[in-house]
């Protein structure tokens, strides 16, 4: 970083920059700008390093934002890169290195300004620094000027799209994405959701619109494909000894630059290593993508993007539509799988998994028709467990996503029939072999008797028992310890209901003409009963339709049996206990039959006999237990303000100052 550190402080001094930024307009014609975009300079990737580089680029904005209106030297500096772009395909068909890093520079300057630029002005403002021109003859910019705005971002969409990822292209594809993450960043600095302005508008309806489809797509392969920084020597031409001295400058001009995302790393700031295996481009192309994916409806047009993500198709599938849905495209669906299952670390991979499984139905069906799933929900469930080490987000974000997979039956049946050997990461207890079913019990219980001691959060109550609702039916072969820590929740719950009722009555004794407020005991009790009703359902949900394949839970039920009594006469659960007693009172009158003093196999013997001779009439039918994920209303709410803190803590070579952030609090950033 010490080479960093130095060039670093040197921009203030820089001569270029110093022009640039200066009094006087410089004519595009000038040989200033080849001179400008030829630098050496390593861009940061780490926090430390975009924080540096922040610090020395904001004074020279300033400086910039005061003489622009005169120079026009900015929109200049536009029209330059976009000068480039129009080249750069067939640069890179050509193998033309300095032609690809040259417009790289430009528009690394162009990011580095518009982010400063953005934090001090108003889109309105904006555009009028790219609307400005040199008042000298010589001028000779072909573009628009009231469209350089929308020509500079229909050109990075053009660029990511069009222009192929190799060695030689990946340091400008990055750059392209991250300067749109950028063009978006307005949103941090309002509280309100943006629903509208230049950039906007200018993404959502402009000439971008026709190839919504085609950025998606590439956003989605960028992040498919993983494909890690290139290192220095593979995307930079080497000195030829034919090459002239083109060549030979080329080398050692750009050695330094494009050393770039070596020393840098994607990934979250927290908890993860960003010294190894960077891949930033996959990283900040998914940000890009959950940027534009929860971009608000305009008043009278969808989100195209969002259009994209929910209608496209897997590549396999031949069949023909009905009717052609807008911006739909075809992937591999497959290699997306993959991806998702590797990247499940990260709270963006988990985000894009669930708005593919909530909002996509064509990938939906295929994710719940693999025959690997433990490969998806292993690293979901692992998420869960280390919950005191997550931001809440990322748990309702998991969470979301098993309760989406357990309205479908045929999941719930075939979790019980994969079976796991030596999870490494559960480490309460040793499970050498285990169903994917019971282990996914196992998380679910342990995150709601955390949220219980921890959180005391409502809304993460409700989902983890409503997955567990939808699979209890489907119950198989529940593993031991799976079966005791159903019961062990319900003890603790049963422990919580009686130590709050104590407390409501020893207040009202106490407080006898006392006319201050009273604790809310009975909105904690009518949430307790709320739990302990759900819990009751659910055990009874699994006895009334797989008694018989659950003896590990009969035995459970019938080893903490005294637990059930205080709530039989309960109005609250008397309905409910019926099917309780029934299974209890048969199961104890065997197990007398059977003699004293049973060892725990000839007790497991008897309970697996009664099960088969258990007449199913006995057992009061209930209605099934099913829920279903309904996304709130305004979601944008709760997404956009997730997807810019993860922007702002894990976008690589982007660093804010948390001072002016207003659409989150920094603790939840």
């Known amino acids: 970083m010490g080479a960093n550190t130095s060039q670093v402080s040197n921009l203030s001094g820089n001569p270029n920059l110093k022009a640039l930024v200066g009094t006087e307009s410089i004519s595009e014609n000038d040989p200033f700008w080849n001179q400008l975009i030829s630098f050496t300079f390593i861009s940061p990737t780490s926090s430390g390093d975009s924080k540096l580089l922040e610090e020395a680029v904001i004074p020279l904005a300033k400086i910039f934002i005061e003489n622009n209106p005169r120079t026009g030297n900015f929109g200049a500096l536009v029209r330059i890169f976009l000068g480039r772009t129009k080249e750069l395909k067939i640069s890179t068909e050509c193998q033309d290195q300095l032609f690809i890093w040259q417009a790289h520079n430009a528009l690394f300057m162009i990011r580095c300004l518009l982010k400063v630029f953005i934090r001090e002005m108003s889109e309105e403002e904006l555009h009028q620094q790219f609307s400005y021109q040199e008042r000298v003859p010589g001028f000779c910019g072909e573009t628009g000027l009231e469209d350089l705005l929308e020509e500079l971002l229909s050109n990075l969409v053009h660029l990511i799209v069009e222009v192929p990822l190799l060695d030689i292209t990946y340091s400008i594809l990055f750059e392209a994405v991250t300067t749109l993450l950028v063009f978006f960043s307005y949103q941090l600095f309002h509280k309100d959701i943006l629903r509208d302005g230049l950039i906007y508008q200018h993404i959502m309806k402009g000439r971008c619109l026709c190839l919504t489809s085609r950025l998606v797509k590439t956003l989605l392969y960028n992040f498919i494909r993983q494909e890690k920084c290139p290192p220095p020597a593979t995307h930079f031409f080497e000195p030829k000894s034919e090459g002239g001295l083109l060549y030979g400058l080329a080398s050692g001009v750009a050695s330094g630059l494009w050393s770039v995302f070596t020393l840098g790393a994607a990934g979250s700031?927290?908890?993860?290593?960003?010294?190894?295996?960077?891949?930033?481009?996959?990283?900040?192309?998914?940000?890009?993508?959950?940027?534009?994916?929860?971009?608000?409806?305009?008043?009278?047009?969808?989100?195209p993007y969002r259009q994209a993500i929910t209608c496209f198709r897997n590549t396999q599938d031949t069949s023909s539509l009905p009717v052609e849905q807008p911006h739909m495209f075809q992937i591999n669906f497959n290699s997306l799988y993959t991806a998702l299952c590797e990247q499940q670390r990260s709270d963006q991979a988990t985000l894009l998994l669930y708005t593919l499984l909530h909002q996509n139905a064509n990938m939906r069906t295929y994710i719940l028709s693999r025959t690997d799933m433990d490969n998806l929900v292993l690293p979901i469930l692992e998420i869960l467990y280390h919950v005191e080490e997550r931001n809440s987000h990322h748990v309702y974000m998991a969470l979301i996503i098993l309760l989406i997979l357990t309205e479908d039956d045929a999941f719930n049946r075939s979790i019980h029939e994969v079976v796991l050997k030596n999870i490494s990461w559960y480490t309460e207890r040793s499970l050498t072999e285990i169903s994917l079913g019971s282990l996914l019990i196992l998380v679910v219980i342990r995150t709601i008797q955390f949220n219980m001691t921890r959180t005391r959060d409502k809304y993460l109550h409700t989902n983890c028992l409503a997955a567990l609702a939808n699979m209890s039916a489907q119950f198989r072969c529940l593993h031991q310890y799976a079966a005791?820590?159903?019961?062990?929740?319900?003890?603790?719950?049963?422990?919580?209901?009686?130590?709050v009722l104590e407390q409501a009555t020893q207040s009202l004794r106490g407080r006898q003409g006392d006319s201050t407020a009273l604790p809310d005991y009975a909105q904690d009790l009518n949430v307790i009963e709320e739990v302990i009703r759900m819990m009751l359902e659910?055990?009874?949900?699994?006895?009334?339709?797989?008694?018989?394949?659950?003896?590990n839970l009969v035995y459970a039920l019938l080893y903490k049996r005294e637990l059930f009594e205080q709530f039989r006469t309960h109005p609250s659960f008397q309905d409910i206990m019926q099917n309780l007693d029934t299974v209890i009172g048969f199961f104890s009158q065997r197990l007398e039959q059977a003699g004293s003093d049973l060892s725990v196999e000839r007790v497991q013997e008897v309970i697996m006999k009664g099960a088969q001779a258990l007449p199913?009439?006995?057992?009061?039918?209930?209605?099934?237990l099913k829920f279903k994920y309904v996304e709130e209303d305004q979601p944008e709410d709760f997404f956009?303000?997730?997807?810019?803190?993860?922007?702002?803590?894990?976008?690589?070579g982007l660093h804010w100052s948390a001072h002016g952030i207003e659409l989150f609090s920094m603790d939840s950033g």
Do not use: M
């Not at 891949?279 to 047009?301: F, H, M, Y």
């Not at 005791?484 to 130590?499: C, D, T």
């Not at 699994?542 to 003896?551: D, G, T």
């Open 484 to 499: 005791q820590r159903i019961i062990s929740l319900f003890a603790l719950l049963s422990k919580k209901h009686n130590k």
């Open 640 to 652: 956009i303000p997730y997807v810019w803190s993860l922007v702002f803590n894990s976008g690589v």
């Open 616 to 624: 199913k009439d006995r057992l009061k039918k209930f209605p099934e």
């Open 269 to 303: 700031r927290a908890g993860v290593d960003q010294d190894h295996d960077p891949l930033p481009l996959s990283n900040q192309s998914l940000l890009l993508l959950l940027v534009l994916a929860n971009l608000t409806d305009g008043p009278d047009w969808p989100n």
């Open 538 to 551: 659910i055990i009874n949900s699994c006895l009334c339709n797989s008694l018989h394949h659950n003896p």
